[in-house]
């Protein structure tokens, strides 16, 4: 696989951050905190638990990256990351919601709001990946808009690269018939 110059950068960038350059981590950090915070959204629908999840995953990348020794993994293994500290927080809102549902069902209903999190593409593509379901959605967007192979798509998700392909083919027909019916 031929690496981009921006690839061949963070390859640096990872190596340099690894051997303690607090300067490349930095400019690592600034480099792909938005995309692991825009995947975090995807997994998550909530900005909230979005930034919670990237801020949590940062702390691991930190303490976890002198034991990589792949700099081309860093991609993978940081979604990875993020992937695992989505499903810890969605995981404990669940349960949060579960304790509120039987609290409720003991005394009474209440109002609950639901927040949503904003659009980020066009209206029509925006509402069509936001009717995907989440892992067809992070599917969809670590492949066609980080670049990343279906090898590291199911790193970062934590599937097989069959499930991986498969979420791709499902998504890809569930956002041409969105599209198509708003043309």
């Known amino acids: ?16 951050a690894r051997t303690g350059d607090r300067k490349a981590f930095a400019l690592l ?14 997994l998550t629908g909530e ?21 990589l020794r792949d700099e081309q993994a860093f991609a993978a293994w ?19 919601r579960a304790l509120v549902a039987a609290v409720t069902v003991e005394t009474g209903p209440e109002s609950v709001a639901d927040d949503a999190g904003d ?10 990946l936001a009717a995907l379901p989440a892992e067809q959605r992070a599917a969809i967007a670590l492949f ?11 790193i970062a998700l934590n599937v097989p690269a069959g499930t991986v392909k498969t979420r791709l083919m499902h998504a890809r027909r569930k956002l041409r018939a969105a599209l198509e019916g708003d043309l």
Request: one cysteine or more.
């Open 1 to 16: 696989m031929i690496r981009t110059r921006t690839q061949l950068f963070d390859d640096y960038l990872v190596a340099a």
């Open 29 to 42: 950090a600034r480099r792909w905190h938005g995309r692991l915070l825009a995947h975090a959204w995807r």
């Open 47 to 67: 900005v909230e638990l979005a930034r919670e999840a990237a801020q949590d995953g940062w702390i691991e990348i930190v303490r976890g990256l002198g034991r």
């Open 78 to 96: 940081a979604y990875q990351i993020v992937s695992r500290r989505c499903a810890r927080r969605i995981g404990q809102l669940q349960r949060g």
């Open 119 to 128: 659009a980020v593409a066009t209206p029509a593509l925006a509402r069509a």
């Open 144 to 154: 066609h808009l980080e670049d990343l192979s279906i090898a590291e798509t199911a």
